[in-house]
């Protein structure tokens, strides 16, 4: 479709084998009088953009058949076993039927063929329930002629063989293949009466296969076809044996008697639609070369192959097919409806629509970041069941590559709404790619979406990623995909904060620092003396958000300078843990006794990211690309009086090294380091705060000589 579409981008396709794709014939070749039909219907396709489509639609539904279906030797072991006879009398036809005319030209003594009107035939020759009349001649068309029938089980293997020859052409089997497969079972005929078609002799490359007489008059594959659609029309033939005519000719009722799920119809009426048009392209450039009896009016072949209804657009033939009960099912099928946006040409309207069914489900599921405000009060046209899951990775991943194949070919093919609603799928693919492990491909794809939608969505999958040269590849792909890391860095301690206010039993937080009980509580006969610290009240438990804020906080580590936002963020963290403590009030926690009171909230994990993230990690790691060198500030300054001095001097020369990285170095000077440690100053209190604390906890832990 997308080759049809933009046939100028696939002139510079490179790599793909014209083996393995349908390549559309050319226009140089010119049509005379002795043209054969081989040659008319390529430059019907070659000129004719509807039909070219149309001609593409029906392959693709043929491979579909074939590649999805079941295969088609499971099928005839299928249809074997339903002619009530094995595999090795299908060359025999009609057995039992022949049985009982030999049987009674045996008891008649009868040297001529028997004929209908012969005396006594009809209530001697009947079939095994006496209910109808047998045909006396075994020809193909003397049930139609006769008006009789065959014996029941010879009923079943010409029902049976005609399902097969249209599981043949609805698998797009060539005829060859055909040709085989008949000669086989020794029903030669039912390949001749199939050789009319003017496809079955394309390859896939355009050329045309040798089989195909050079010099056939194709005026009589012209009322082949008519006399094809007029069986089908008859009534008087089984509905597969219509159904093999009517693909034939394009008779689009008789192919709809036996159309079992939603592709076996869209072949239905895209072949008769194309077969339609080319009889009318032939009748317009060439309807001097047609028989007589087809151009006159009123006469036996003046009928509508389409069955009296008109031409429907494909956009058109899609709503009409999910108005149908048989379809009913189907119709809701994410796949179909990926199809049928693809055939009408309204992906955009789709992406738009399940893109905001998607927006939702996804937060009901949880808490989510801020989208577009105008994608977010667009409501889902049916709340009731979600076409589309967030756990549909594979539609969600053919949607997400249609989109960024159609932006690659027209980057504008989208509206403002569309667009986001693209992002949508989009940032679900990212969310999989990370579920599965798939790191690498993260920048790529988030790099496809805004500035603002790549933060959001690599934020959501940073915490993920626990291995330290897995982070750093990560970091580098992301700085070579042009997307704002210290954003995403920013983004996702953000969201994880916000997540875990969110979950607060009462829906809301304490921005007071709660009460912090180091020291035991005083019994009641108990007035003087000394109290203890309480056993391990920093606690040992750390939640998964507090693991996911720590983990996101280390890879600032991989991020290059920016200095004062590093250690102003973990200051920020310190101070959320903290106040996370104890979501007791200050009366309440005075009045509980120590046994009562509850496991800590937040120092075990303050005491953690002291550990993981420490200050001393943080300085070597960053002043090198600051400074030109690794330096552990604490270790390099003496003292505090000397840290307090030449700090206004070294700012100016130290605020750009802290954003550019290994491009704006300075040379080592030690007023640089006066200055990055007031800047640190935040972030060093908390963490000594948090490592005070800890010693009380092991100093306790020692006295009553227990391991911590």
């Given at each position: 479709?997308?080759?049809?579409?933009?046939?100028?981008s696939?002139?510079h396709?490179?790599?793909?084998?014209?083996?393995?794709?349908?390549?559309?014939?050319?226009k140089?070749?010119?049509i005379?009088?002795?043209?054969s039909e081989?040659e008319?219907?390529?430059?019907?396709?070659?000129?004719?953009?509807?039909?070219?489509?149309?001609?593409t639609?029906?392959?693709?539904l043929?491979?579909?058949?074939?590649?999805?279906?079941?295969?088609?030797?499971?099928?005839?072991?299928?249809?074997?076993?339903?002619?009530?006879?094995?595999s090795?009398?299908?060359?025999?036809?009609?057995?039992?039927?022949?049985?009982?005319?030999?049987?009674?030209?045996?008891?008649?003594?009868?040297?001529?063929?028997?004929?209908?009107d012969?005396p006594?035939?009809?209530?001697?020759?009947?079939?095994?329930s006496?209910?109808?009349?047998?045909?006396?001649?075994?020809?193909?068309?003397?049930?139609?002629?006769?008006?009789?029938?065959?014996?029941?089980?010879?009923?079943?293997f010409?029902r049976?063989?005609?399902?097969?020859c249209?599981?043949m052409?609805r698998?797009?089997?060539?005829?060859?293949?055909?040709k085989?497969?008949?000669?086989?079972?020794?029903?030669?005929?039912?390949?001749?009466?199939?050789?009319?078609?003017?496809?079955?002799?394309?390859?896939?490359?355009?050329?045309?296969l040798?089989?195909?007489?050079?010099?056939?008059d194709?005026q009589?594959?012209?009322?082949?076809?008519?006399?094809?659609?007029?069986a089908?029309?008859?009534?008087l033939?089984?509905?597969?044996?219509a159904?093999?005519y009517g693909?034939?000719?394009?008779?689009?009722?008789?192919v709809?008697?036996?159309?079992?799920?939603w592709?076996?119809?869209?072949?239905?009426?895209?072949?008769?639609?194309?077969?339609r048009?080319?009889?009318q392209?032939v009748?317009?450039?060439?309807a001097d070369?047609?028989p007589c009896?087809?151009q006159?009016?009123?006469?036996?072949?003046?009928?509508?192959?389409?069955?009296?209804?008109?031409?429907?657009?494909?956009?058109?033939?899609i709503?009409?097919?999910r108005?149908?009960?048989?379809?009913?099912?189907?119709?809701k099928?994410?796949m179909?409806q990926?199809?049928?946006?693809?055939?009408?040409?309204?992906?955009?309207?789709?992406?738009?629509?399940?893109?905001?069914?998607?927006?939702h489900e996804?937060?009901?599921?949880?808490?989510?970041?801020?989208y577009?405000?105008d994608?977010?009060?667009?409501?889902?046209?049916?709340?009731?069941?979600p076409?589309?899951?967030?756990?549909?990775?594979?539609?969600i991943?053919?949607?997400?590559?249609?989109?960024?194949?159609?932006l690659?070919?027209?980057?504008?093919?989208?509206?403002n709404?569309?667009?986001?609603?693209?992002?949508?799928?989009?940032?679900a693919?990212v969310?999989?790619?990370?579920?599965?492990?798939k790191?690498?491909?993260?920048p790529?794809?988030?790099?496809?979406l805004?500035?603002?939608?790549?933060?959001?969505?690599?934020?959501?999958?940073?915490?993920?990623?626990?291995?330290?040269?897995?982070?750093?590849?990560?970091?580098?792909?992301?700085?070579?995909?042009?997307?704002?890391?210290?954003?995403?860095?920013?983004?996702?301690?953000?969201m994880?904060?916000k997540?875990?206010?969110?979950?607060t039993?009462?829906?809301?937080?304490?921005?007071?620092?709660?009460t912090?009980?180091?020291?035991?509580?005083?019994?009641?006969?108990?007035?003087?003396?000394?109290?203890?610290i309480?056993e391990?009240?920093?606690?040992?438990?750390v939640?998964?958000?507090?693991?996911?804020?720590?983990?996101?906080?280390?890879?600032?580590?991989?991020?290059?300078?920016y200095w004062?936002k590093?250690?102003?963020?973990?200051?920020?963290?310190?101070?959320?843990?903290?106040?996370k403590?104890?979501?007791l009030?200050?009366?309440?926690?005075?009045?509980?006794?120590?046994?009562?009171?509850?496991?800590?909230?937040?120092?075990a994990a303050?005491r953690?990211l002291?550990?993981?993230?420490?200050?001393?990690?943080?300085?070597?790691r960053?002043t090198h690309?600051?400074?030109?060198?690794?330096?552990?500030?604490?270790?390099?300054?003496?003292?505090?009086?000397?840290?307090?001095?030449n700090?206004s001097?070294?700012?100016?020369?130290t605020?750009?090294?802290?954003?550019?990285?290994?491009?704006?170095?300075?040379r080592y000077?030690?007023?640089?380091?006066?200055?990055?440690?007031q800047?640190s100053?935040?972030?060093?209190?908390?963490?000594?705060?948090?490592?005070?604390?800890?010693?009380?906890?092991?100093?306790q832990?020692?006295i009553?000589n227990k391991?911590r």
């Amino acid at each position: 479709m997308l080759r049809i579409e933009y046939p100028s981008s696939d002139a510079h396709t490179k790599g793909a084998s014209s083996s393995e794709r349908l390549l559309r014939p050319t226009k140089e070749r010119g049509i005379h009088q002795y043209s054969s039909e081989r040659e008319v219907w390529s430059s019907f396709l070659a000129h004719d953009d509807q039909a070219w489509e149309r001609h593409t639609v029906v392959n693709w539904l043929k491979a579909c058949a074939d590649d999805c279906g079941q295969e088609f030797e499971r099928v005839i072991q299928d249809i074997e076993g339903n002619a009530n006879r094995g595999s090795g009398l299908w060359a025999h036809s009609w057995l039992y039927t022949k049985e009982s005319i030999k049987g009674q030209k045996r008891l008649r003594s009868w040297p001529q063929v028997l004929a209908p009107d012969s005396p006594g035939i009809d209530s001697s020759l009947r079939n095994s329930s006496h209910a109808k009349s047998l045909v006396t001649q075994l020809d193909p068309d003397a049930i139609t002629r006769q008006n009789r029938d065959l014996q029941s089980q010879d009923s079943n293997f010409e029902r049976t063989t005609w399902m097969a020859c249209w599981n043949m052409l609805r698998r797009g089997q060539n005829w060859q293949f055909i040709k085989a497969w008949c000669l086989e079972r020794v029903e030669n005929w039912r390949a001749i009466t199939m050789r009319g078609d003017p496809r079955q002799h394309a390859s896939m490359d355009g050329n045309f296969l040798p089989y195909l007489n050079h010099s056939a008059d194709w005026q009589s594959r012209a009322l082949w076809r008519k006399s094809c659609a007029l069986a089908a029309r008859s009534g008087l033939l089984d509905k597969y044996e219509a159904a093999v005519y009517g693909a034939l000719s394009g008779y689009l009722p008789s192919v709809q008697r036996v159309c079992g799920n939603w592709n076996d119809y869209l072949f239905a009426h895209y072949n008769s639609y194309l077969l339609r048009s080319f009889d009318q392209y032939v009748a317009t450039y060439f309807a001097d070369r047609l028989p007589c009896g087809l151009q006159a009016r009123g006469g036996l072949f003046e009928f509508s192959v389409t069955g009296g209804c008109r031409t429907q657009s494909g956009n058109q033939l899609i709503e009409k097919m999910r108005r149908l009960k048989s379809l009913a099912h189907e119709s809701k099928d994410p796949m179909k409806q990926l199809q049928g946006s693809l055939v009408g040409k309204t992906f955009g309207s789709f992406v738009r629509k399940y893109g905001v069914q998607l927006l939702h489900e996804q937060k009901h599921q949880a808490k989510l970041s801020q989208y577009p405000s105008d994608i977010t009060r667009a409501r889902p046209q049916d709340s009731k069941k979600p076409l589309i899951r967030t756990d549909d990775y594979q539609v969600i991943r053919m949607i997400t590559h249609i989109i960024l194949i159609f932006l690659d070919l027209e980057p504008s093919w989208l509206d403002n709404a569309q667009s986001k609603a693209a992002g949508i799928f989009v940032e679900a693919y990212v969310d999989f790619l990370g579920k599965a492990g798939k790191q690498q491909l993260l920048p790529l794809y988030a790099s496809r979406l805004s500035p603002t939608g790549a933060i959001r969505s690599l934020s959501r999958q940073l915490p993920r990623i626990l291995e330290f040269g897995e982070r750093r590849t990560v970091m580098q792909l992301m700085k070579q995909h042009s997307i704002d890391v210290p954003g995403v860095l920013n983004e996702q301690l953000w969201m994880i904060m916000k997540e875990i206010e969110s979950k607060t039993d009462d829906g809301t937080s304490n921005p007071r620092y709660p009460t912090l009980r180091i020291i035991e509580a005083r019994g009641d006969k108990q007035r003087v003396g000394v109290r203890n610290i309480r056993e391990s009240f920093m606690g040992n438990v750390v939640t998964d958000d507090q693991h996911d804020l720590i983990n996101g906080f280390e890879w600032y580590l991989l991020l290059d300078g920016y200095w004062e936002k590093t250690l102003a963020t973990g200051a920020v963290l310190y101070k959320h843990f903290l106040s996370k403590n104890s979501l007791l009030g200050i009366d309440t926690a005075r009045r509980l006794t120590t046994a009562e009171l509850p496991d800590s909230k937040g120092l075990a994990a303050a005491r953690e990211l002291s550990q993981r993230v420490s200050f001393s990690t943080l300085s070597r790691r960053k002043t090198h690309a600051i400074l030109g060198r690794e330096v552990d500030i604490c270790d390099s300054l003496d003292g505090e009086e000397g840290m307090l001095g030449n700090q206004s001097k070294a700012s100016s020369r130290t605020r750009a090294s802290q954003r550019g990285g290994d491009k704006s170095r300075t040379r080592y000077r030690p007023e640089a380091e006066q200055y990055l440690f007031q800047q640190s100053n935040s972030f060093l209190n908390l963490e000594q705060l948090v490592q005070v604390l800890d010693a009380f906890e092991g100093w306790q832990a020692a006295i009553v000589n227990k391991p911590r």
